[in-house]
């Protein structure tokens, strides 16, 4: 299909980080997740809590904003991914403080940091995407020997913090993508999956649906493949009953509510992939979105 993007005027810097943290929170608020953190409970995880997660997201509203405002004020090419590395670094800085040394939002700092230098840059979906493509295709000068984000979810952030983290780990043994290959080909399970379906269908379906496709490096780092199999069909299957409001949907999602809880399976990729999909839709009008067939966008340029 032919891809049209209609642009209008970006939001401002600090308004895309407050839309940054509030999706984080909205995202941490939906209720029910299978496995993640919810107004239920931590789901798999033993060492979140739902107001460490809100408190995580409040942290990185000031970061995600300074990567908007140097995407907005630098051209793009090798400095401008140097200056979004260090800001990514102190951004994790502030979300260990915030939760008191628990890695919460690595995976969401980094593709929400992408995607609001990206809109500041561009204005439109299609245009963020490409510009958080071929941004992150560039390597980050300041990150030394720590890890380049190659993991996804709350797993691990692409500018480093001076450690490498389980999605470097997973990519290395299992040769998954993770955080860095999703936005070297400009976020395809958030522009292509998650957000056309949370417009039309609602955020539990936008979450299912990018957890029956996404190779999840949480979910391969907890349990390797089949754990990350069992989950992706899992969510496959409420998808193909109608969704979790119907009868066959909600006994389906509980079985798959269940499988995560029971085996500490958590889909924290597509928890960021939820997260990211939330705020592309409040800070881009509908009619400026444009998914292509292809996980090609006109405006993912090389740069110099």
Same mark, same amino acid.
């Given at each position: 299909?032919?891809?049209?993007?209609?642009?209008?005027?970006?939001?401002?810097?600090?308004?895309?980080?407050?839309?940054?943290?509030?999706?984080?929170?909205?995202?941490?608020?939906?209720?029910?997740?299978?496995?993640?953190?919810?107004?239920?409970?931590?789901?798999?995880?033993?060492?979140?809590?739902?107001?460490?997660?809100?408190?995580?997201?409040?942290?990185?509203?000031?970061?995600?904003?300074?990567?908007?405002?140097?995407?907005?004020?630098?051209?793009?090419?090798?400095?401008?991914?140097?200056e979004i590395?260090?800001?990514?670094?102190?951004?994790?800085?502030?979300?260990?403080?915030?939760?008191?040394?628990?890695?919460?939002?690595?995976?969401?700092?980094?593709?929400?940091?992408?995607?609001?230098?990206?809109? $500041? =840059?561009?204005?439109t979906? #299609? %245009?963020?995407? !490409?510009? @958080? &493509?071929?941004? +992150? *295709?560039? /390597?980050?000068?300041?990150?030394?020997?720590?890890?380049?984000?190659?993991?996804?979810?709350?797993a691990?952030?692409?500018?480093?913090?001076?450690?490498?983290?389980?999605?470097?780990?997973?990519?290395l043994r299992?040769?998954?993508?993770?955080?860095?290959?999703?936005?070297?080909?400009g976020?395809?399970?958030?522009?292509?999956?998650?957000?056309?379906?949370?417009?039309?269908?609602?955020?539990?379906?936008?979450?299912?649906?990018?957890?029956?496709?996404?190779?999840?490096?949480?979910?391969?780092?907890?349990?390797?493949?089949?754990?990350?199999?069992?989950?992706?069909?899992? $969510? =496959?299957?409420?998808?193909? #009953? %109608?969704?979790? !409001?119907? @009868? &066959?949907?909600a +006994? *389906?999602? /509980?079985?798959?509510?269940?499988?995560?809880?029971?085996h500490?399976?958590?889909?924290?990729?597509?928890?960021?992939?939820?997260?990211?999909?939330?705020?592309?839709?409040?800070?881009?009008?509908?009619?400026?979105?444009?998914?292509?067939?292809?996980?090609?966008?006109?405006?993912?340029?090389?740069?110099?």
């Amino acid at each position: 299909m032919a891809i049209r993007a209609v642009r209008s005027a970006p939001p401002t810097p600090a308004r895309l980080g407050r839309l940054a943290a509030r999706a984080l929170r909205e995202e941490a608020l939906h209720t029910p997740k299978p496995g993640l953190v919810d107004r239920r409970g931590g789901g798999a995880h033993r060492d979140m809590t739902l107001p460490m997660l809100l408190a995580s997201a409040d942290a990185l509203a000031a970061p995600i904003a300074a990567c908007a405002a140097a995407a907005r004020s630098m051209p793009p090419g090798r400095d401008l991914r140097a200056e979004i590395g260090g800001i990514g670094r102190d951004g994790e800085r502030r979300m260990l403080a915030a939760t008191g040394g628990v890695n919460t939002h690595r995976g969401a700092l980094w593709a929400l940091g992408l995607l609001a230098a990206g809109l $500041a =840059a561009t204005g439109t979906v #299609a %245009g963020a995407a !490409g510009f @958080a &493509a071929a941004l +992150a *295709a560039l /390597d980050d000068p300041g990150a030394g020997r720590a890890s380049h984000g190659t993991g996804a979810g709350r797993a691990s952030h692409g500018t480093g913090a001076g450690r490498a983290s389980h999605g470097t780990g997973v990519r290395l043994r299992y040769g998954a993508p993770g955080a860095m290959g999703e936005a070297r080909r400009g976020f395809p399970h958030v522009v292509r999956v998650a957000l056309p379906v949370l417009r039309r269908d609602g955020r539990t379906s936008a979450l299912l649906a990018s957890m029956s496709r996404l190779e999840d490096t949480c979910l391969l780092h907890r349990a390797g493949p089949a754990g990350l199999r069992a989950v992706r069909t899992g $969510a =496959a299957a409420v998808l193909r #009953a %109608g969704g979790s !409001g119907t @009868a &066959a949907g909600a +006994a *389906a999602f /509980d079985r798959l509510d269940r499988l995560c809880r029971r085996h500490h399976l958590s889909p924290g990729g597509s928890g960021d992939v939820l997260a990211a999909a939330i705020f592309l839709d409040a800070a881009v009008s509908p009619d400026a979105v444009v998914v292509p067939d292809a996980a090609v966008f006109p405006d993912a340029a090389v740069f110099p």
